[in-house]
């Protein structure tokens, strides 16, 4: 086996360009442990009133609403404005579309 047999360089990346950049942005909104508890509460819940989290983590309610407000730009949340409430609940096709991202492709052994 030749070097040039086993080194042939990728032609094309498992993810585009788009793709990879709109990810990116997903993760870098999980970074914070904060936001990923937030997000966890509210799948947990389903639907939850923006109010409702108030006092469910350990942030003023100004740090709260600057959180959702980039788990939702993230594109991880939806949300609803139903008077002066806002609800919001996961979007499950990007937190899908991470696990997809993640999973391991099978590999058979030599």
């Given at each position: 086996?030749?070097?040039m047999d086993c080194c042939l360089p990728m032609m094309e990346d498992p993810l585009g360009e788009a793709d990879a950049a709109r990810l990116a942005d997903r993760f870098?909104?999980?970074?914070?442990?904060t936001r990923v508890r937030l997000l966890?509460?509210?799948a947990d819940r389903g639907e939850v009133c923006a109010c409702e989290?108030?006092?469910s983590v350990s942030v003023s309610q100004p740090t709260l609403s600057h959180h959702l407000k980039s788990l939702?730009?993230?594109g991880l949340l939806d949300r609803e404005r139903r008077g002066r409430?806002?609800?919001?609940?996961?979007?499950d096709s990007a937190v899908l579309e991470m696990h997809e991202a993640l999973a391991l492709p099978s590999r058979?052994?030599?």
């Open positions: 086996m030749s070097l870098r909104a999980l970074s914070d442990p966890s509460l509210i989290l108030v006092g939702f730009e993230s409430w806002v609800y919001y609940r996961v979007r058979t052994t030599v």
